[in-house]
């Protein structure tokens, strides 16, 4: 079945980094864009990159441009999320979401994994 | 990259109609028919409820619908049931080609 596995999360430092991945499985991988999705503790959902099916388009949040990467191994049917300079403000379940195929939503998401930014 | 404005929360009873706005601007929800919804359970992962305004993805209630108006875009929940009673979000696509999230409706199924 079409399922997304993100990995990677953890407990990190203040301006420390760490890299998320997420594992995509049931589906042509390469035909699709994907995002990441971030959700504190208690709050909303938080748009945070997107990228498109080849890699050569890449789209950020203004809360992390500069310090977050979105990146993708086609051949490995992976995404990643490379994440510098973390602040307590990161800390968060971070969803790998698949866009939608000629339409503008999201429509697989995964179970998520925890960031936790703490000293 | 400011958030769409949700009502924080929205109540109903059984059998009732209910509808959540999600106000935004012409640089987002105006400027595009690429409004979606979701749907959020307490420790679960979003759903998608509605697309581009007002499509329903395969296998949602068509209790579910969606429309738009100027700046605004809304989510219809007709015959509210209990199952409903969740956390719903819009999101948009903006002029700066990312994505923004609304700030989330609770829906109570009095």
């Known amino acids: 079945q079409v399922q997304l596995v993100e990995s990677g999360g953890g407990v990190v430092q203040p301006g420390r980094s760490l890299r998320l991945s997420c594992a995509a499985s049931?589906?042509?991988?390469?035909?699709?864009?994907m995002h990441w999705v971030r959700q504190a503790p208690g709050k909303g959902l938080e748009w945070v990159a997107f990228?498109?099916?080849?890699?050569?388009?890449?789209y950020y949040a203004d809360s992390v441009k500069g310090r977050f990467t979105i990146s993708r191994d086609n051949s490995k049917n992976t995404l990643y999320l490379q994440m510098t300079s973390l602040r307590a403000e990161d800390m968060a379940v971070y969803y790998c979401?698949?866009?939608?195929?000629?339409?503008?939503?999201?429509?697989?998401w995964g179970q998520g994994t925890m960031v936790t930014v703490s000293s | 990259q400011s958030a769409l404005t949700q009502p924080a929360s929205v109540s109903g009873s059984p059998g009732q109609s209910i509808t959540i706005s999600c106000t935004g601007t012409?640089?987002?929800?105006?400027?595009?028919?690429?409004v979606s919804w979701y749907q959020q359970h307490p420790g679960k992962a979003p759903k998608l409820m509605i697309y581009?305004?007002?499509n329903r993805p395969s296998g949602v209630s068509n209790r579910f619908s969606g429309s738009k108006s100027g700046n605004t875009a809304s989510l219809t929940i007709s015959g509210l049931q209990a199952e409903d009673e969740a956390d719903y979000y819009c999101?948009?696509?903006?002029?700066?080609?990312?994505?923004?999230f609304g700030t989330g409706t609770k829906v109570a199924v009095l």
């Open positions: 979401v698949r866009g939608g195929l000629g339409f503008f939503g999201f429509d697989i």
């Open positions: 049931g589906f042509t991988f390469s035909s699709y864009a």
């Open positions: 990228i498109s099916y080849d890699g050569t388009s890449r």
């Open positions: 012409s640089s987002d929800v105006g400027g595009y028919n690429y």
């Open positions: 581009d305004v007002s």
């Open positions: 999101s948009s696509y903006t002029s700066s080609s990312t994505r923004v």
